[in-house]
């Protein structure tokens, strides 16, 4: 798809969005943006598969049903295979095949929010005043490892920029660790380009996720399922009630703008509910399942191959370069924390992954979720303050007028970088 630039009627409706709107909108914005321009796209490329061309004829809520069985099926299969964090990788793989095949899957975005929703409710019942306890011990490291895991991230913009063939305002925003909406809204904020900055942004989620968990097994010397001893589950009418109550806080919090409001509700219920009852629950398995469901399937729908054709040759693999640099890096930044917390659950702490989808991990290798969850929302925090400026410092070297930046990624129609 084409990449909106300067001037473009798409980027002043994120503008007035980004000012007036929630990060739950302005991620609707952007996702309705690409997926109305992929269908365009796929009428008239010909190089469109013959069946991936009936499919997209198909109504939307049946492709979306399509790409929730296969999401299902790989799900399953995994789960199967004991392969970690099974039901998340096996969605992702599910839709990103139908996905790269050639046939669009506008998931609303609800799917996904409400996934993080019950997974931030899973998380926070294992919250418990101990825990809040030695989270507050750990806030020295935890600012102390944010701040660095960013600068690496503003180092590693540099070669990005480079060898990807984007120029050095698209390449900050997108190597930031931060969340899809924050850094669109940024990159429209200072003249990059959006369709880089959400791709390399979901392409390092689902790096960092397909991954990290695999490794941390390995490392632990165990099969995922072996050692854990998670408390009795709740009830499922619990379980009910929890979740539409976690949806109606994150929707209060979405209202308010608060950053990752559906994730945050979810949490802030479950933690209410782990604080209240005298001995410690569990979340269901099967609400686990339908959590990771969710949140990869919807992730895996992002990547779509008109999409990452269309970014050039360069990008996509430079991209991949980069994001296993800053894994590196930030696994470094967890093995000089470990004195402090155990190196797995500083590693999915320090990780440059979504903190939906780290939390989850933690939680299926028997780790510390709450920690993983306190780690991520600080560094969420760093980002917020910490990009601007710091962008604003690394501008003083370049040369380029934003308009001229913003246009450096474009793409155009027949599929070549300008």
């Known amino acids: ?38 269908g365009r796209d ?18 939307g809520w049946l492709r979306v049903g399509m790409g929730g069985a296969l999401a299902l099926a790989g799900g399953y299969a995994f789960h199967l295979w004991h392969v970690p964090l099974a039901w998340l990788l096996g969605a992702l793989f599910g839709t990103a095949a139908l996905s790269m095949a050639g046939v669009s899957l506008p998931i609303p975005t609800f799917v996904r929010q409400y996934g993080q929703s019950v997974a931030g409710f899973a998380v926070g019942v294992f919250f418990t005043p101990e825990v809040g306890q030695r989270v507050l011990e750990l806030g020295g490291v935890i600012v102390a490892a944010g701040v660095a895991s960013i600068l690496v991230s503003v180092v590693l913009s540099v070669p990005l920029a480079r060898f990807g063939g984007c120029d050095r305002r698209s390449a900050f925003f997108a190597t930031i660790p931060g969340g ?15 369709t880089t900055v959400s791709v390399v942004q979901s392409l390092r989620v689902v790096v960092t996720v397909l991954m990290l968990p695999a490794g941390l097994a ?11 001893r998670h408390p009795p589950e709740m009830a499922t009418l619990a379980l009910a009630g929890g979740v539409v109550v976690s949806i109606a806080a994150a929707h209060l919090l979405n209202r308010l703008r608060i950053f990752n409001a559906f994730l945050l509700g979810g949490l802030a219920v479950g933690i209410a509910l782990g604080l209240y009852v005298d001995a410690p629950v569990a979340a269901p398995d099967y609400a686990r399942a339908v959590a990771q469901i969710a949140i990869g399937g919807a992730l895996g729908a992002r990547f779509h191959w008109l999409t990452l054709r269309r970014l050039g040759p360069r990008l996509v693999p ?24 155990g190196f797995p659950t500083a590693v999915l702490a320090a990780s440059p992954g979504g903190i939906a989808e780290m939390s989850l991990s933690a939680e299926a290798l028997g780790l510390a979720p709450p920690i993983v969850v306190a780690w991520h929302l600080v560094r969420i925090v760093l980002v917020a303050l910490l990009t601007g ?30």
């Not at 409706?13 to 690409?34: H, K, N, P, Q, R």
């Not at 008239?44 to 009936?54: F, T």
């Not at 899809?180 to 959006?194: K, N, R, S, V, Y």
């Not at 070297?397 to 970088?417: H, I, K, N």
Request: glycine fraction near 8%; aromatic fraction near 4%; proline fraction near 7%.
């Open 318 to 341: 430079a991209a991949l370069g980069s994001t296993l640099l800053l894994i590196a890096a930030n696994v470094g930044i967890a093995w000089v924390v470990s004195g402090h917390v």
């Open 42 to 59: 796929l009428d008239a490329d010909p190089d469109v598969p013959p069946l991936a061309r009936r499919l997209n004829r198909l109504p």
């Open 180 to 194: 899809l909406a924050e850094m669109a809204g940024f990159a429209h904020q200072f003249g990059a380009d959006i």
């Open 389 to 418: 400026p710091l962008f604003r410092l690394m501008e003083r070297g370049l040369d380029r007028t934003p308009d001229e930046a913003s246009d450096a990624c474009a793409v155009r129609r027949d599929g070549t970088r300008r």
């Open 218 to 228: 390995l490392y632990m010397h165990h099969a995922v399922e072996a050692g854990i």
């Open 1 to 38: 798809m084409t990449p909106p630039k300067a001037g473009d009627p798409r980027l002043r409706d994120i503008a007035d969005l980004a000012g007036t709107a929630s990060e739950a909108d302005i991620e609707d914005e952007i996702s309705e943006e690409i997926e109305q321009e992929i």
